[in-house]
C-alpha cells in the first residue's frame, strides 16, 4: 500500500482520483439527437463539485462546519445581504421564514393564532402549509395571466384587521410585482416574505434600484433541490438584513436554543452558566436553554461543499436560462392563437426555472400534453395549480382555517390550462429547438 508523507499529500491524490473518474464516468459526452429525454430539470456539475464533496467527507464532520460557513459567507454577499442561514432543503426555509414572525420578541408585530397572511393558491403547497400548522390564517387571492403572479389589485380587498404579513412565490422565475407587494406592506405595517426558491438570480428595479429577488422584503428563502438554479442535493437557505430576524432564524433552525453558539464552540460570550432564564435556576447551562419551540434544520458540510463550487458557476447558469427561455419563446411567437406565452414581469429581468404556456380556449391540454411527453420532452403542471382543490384541503375546506378573496378565476384556468418545460442551463439549442417543434406539432392535435 501506498505511503503518504502527511495527510495534505493524501488528500490531493484522493482529489485527484476523483476528478479522473468524473472525467471517465461522469462527464456527458453524448451530444443531443431528436428523440432524447428532454427533463424539465437537471444537475448541472463537474469534476469540482464531486472534489468539493469528497474533501468534506474527508474532514467527516458530517454536521454543520467549514464549507456551510463559506457558503454563507460568499452567498450573503452574492445576494448584497447582511445575514443567510443554511437550512436542510427550501420547504424547510418556508418553515423557518414563517416561523420567525411568531416569536414573542417581534412585539405586536408577532403572528398569532389566527392571524392573516395574504398568498395564493397557484403555487407550490409548502408557501402555505407553515401558516396553516401554526393555525394561522391564509388569505388567498387569484393571480395573473402570462405572469402567473399575484394579482395586486385584490390586495386592499384582501386585507383584514388581522392581517399581518404576505408570503408569496415569485412563480417560475418571474417576480410578482414587487413594488405594488412592498408598497402595500409599508403601508399596512406587514411582513413581506419572498419565497424565492424558483427565481434565484432574477432581478427587479425599484425606487430607481436593481436589486436580486429575496433581498426587497424582510425575508427570501431559496431551495437546492436538483432542479433548482443551483444545488446541494437538498438544502435551502433563509436570508435577511435584520439582525433580530437574524437571530430567530438561527434560534428556529437550531432547536429553538437561546445560545448562539456555533456547533463544537461553547461559552463565546463568557456567561454561560450565570444567566436567569424562564423558570430555570440561575446558572442553568446556556447551551440548554430554548427560547422557541424549534428545529434542527441544519444542512451538512457535504451538501455545503457542493454550494461553494455550485455559486461559483451560478452567473453562468443565468445567463443560460435567460438564452434559453428567450430562444423557446422566439420559436412559439408563430402559434400564439393557440397558446398563450410567458411575459416577464414590468422592472424585471427573471432568471427563468420554467416556460410557463396556457393553452388557448378550445385547444385541449392533454392532449397537448401527452403528445409533447411521447416524443420525449418532459413536461409540469404549475405545481398545485389550486392548492385549495387538493385532498389535504378537504377536512378543512369550507371552515374559518383559511379565507378566499373573491373568485379564483385564473388560478382555476391555470389548473385546467396551463403546463411548463424547462430551460436549465444544461440544455442545448438543439434541445430548445427540438420543444419548440413537438409543442407546435403537439397543438395540431
Known sequence: MKQWNNEQEARQEILSLVASYYHAYKEPKKAFEPGDRITY???????????SLVDSALDFWLTTGRFADEFEREFAKWLGVRFASLVNSGSSANLI??????APELGERQI?????????????????????????VPVFVDVTIPQYNIDVTKLEDALSEKTKAVMIAHTLGNPFDLAAVKAFCDKHNLWLVEDNCDALGSTYTINGETRLTGTIGDIGTSSFYPPHHMTMGEGGCVYTNNPLLHRLINS???????????????????????????????????????????????????QAAIGCEQLKKFPSFVERRRHNWTRLHAALE???DKLILPQPAPNSDPSW??????????VDREKVVRYVEGKGVQTRMLFSGNLIKHPCFDQIRGTDAYRVVGELTNTDRIMRDTFWVGVYPGMSDEMIDYMAQVIKEGLEQ
Open 252 to 302: 428556529y433552525r437550531d432547536w429553538g436554543r437561546d445560545c448562539m453558539c456555533p456547533s463544537g464552540r461553547d461559552n463565546i460570550c463568557q456567561h454561560r452558566f450565570d444567566g436567569q432564564y424562564g423558570e430555570l435556576p440561575r446558572g442553568y447551562d446556556h447551551k440548554y436553554v430554548y427560547s422557541h419551540f424549534g428545529y434542527n434544520l441544519k444542512v451538512t458540510d457535504m
Open 353 to 362: 426555472f420554467g416556460f410557463l404556456m396556457t393553452v388557448q380556449e378550445g
Open 334 to 336: 408563430c402559434v400564439q
Open 97 to 102: 421564514a414563517f416561523s420567525v414572525l411568531t
Open 112 to 136: 398569532k393564532r389566527g392571524d392573516e397572511v395574504i398568498t395564493v393558491a397557484a403555487g407550490f403547497p409548502t408557501t402555505v402549509t407553515p401558516v396553516l400548522q401554526y393555525g394561522a
Open 41 to 51: 430539470a437537471a444537475r448541472v456539475f463537474d469534476e469540482k463539485e464531486m472534489c
